[in-house]
């Protein structure tokens, strides 16, 4: 049995290029399809947000239109509701990496908010690089790759072949023209490689022991190769 940390947002709103705040949190089956089949293998799972806030989840992101109808919805909704793990978090601060073997990040529009300038989140996923522990990262999780900076100042995933939520995904969405910055120029920007798959279609990048998703589409997947690297 293997034990993963899940770093998640405690962001509810994520602030627009006007200063305006739009409702968010984490997108559900970024972090409900990870859960579940690292839970079906055995494994144990911990949560952990800034300041060991309950993680909200994106409302959005409970639709039956982006869950496959409503069994499925109601089945996601139960998930990220009830879910012990989800409800009784751990501070960010307070985590010991010493205590876990994998790190996941799921996206949502909220780590732009929060961990992408979070010191807690870029130490962890700083030191979880360095150790060679699986990373995985999906959709708008990689954010957080941005707090990852070592102590000379450059950003530790440098160099690494990663994918996110792309800006053709961005725009479809609806969100490119009302953001602060988009994702995958910022990700661009700090020195990793960003694939970019076709749009909201299953992709995934694996890099050493770095693993991303690009989209919601991506979860199962990246939670499959996951399951690889613990063995």
Request: with cysteine; glycine share 10%.
């Amino acid at each position: 049995m293997a034990k993963i940390l899940f770093v998640m947002t405690g962001a509810d709103q994520w602030t627009l290029a006007d200063g305006t705040k739009h409702p968010t949190g984490y997108w559900a089956d970024e972090a409900v399809v990870p859960y579940e089949a690292l839970k079906a293998a055995g494994h144990e799972i911990t949560v952990a947000t800034p300041g060991g806030v309950v993680p909200p989840v994106d409302s959005a992101s409970l639709s039956p239109d982006v869950n496959g109808g409503p069994e499925n919805a109601a089945k996601v909704r139960s998930v990220a509701e009830n879910a012990a793990e989800f409800r009784a978090p751990v501070a960010l601060g307070d985590v010991t990496l010493d205590d876990y073997d994998a790190v996941h990040v799921p996206g949502g529009h909220g780590p732009m908010e929060d961990l992408a300038v979070d010191a807690d989140s870029g130490r962890i996923l700083t030191l979880a690089l360095r150790r060679g522990m699986p990373v995985s990262v999906v959709c708008h999780g990689p954010a957080a790759l941005l707090a990852a900076v070592t102590e000379d100042g450059t950003h530790a995933y440098a160099g690494y072949r990663i994918t996110a939520f792309t800006n053709e995904e961005e725009k479809m969405a609806g969100n490119a023209d009302k953001a602060k910055w988009l994702l995958q120029d910022r990700l661009t920007e700090a020195g990793l490689t960003v694939r970019v798959g076709d749009p909201f279609a299953p992709h995934v990048e694996v890099d050493r022991n770095v693993i991303t998703g690009q989209n919601p589409a991506s979860s199962g997947p990246l939670a499959e190769e996951l399951l690889k690297k613990l063995g």
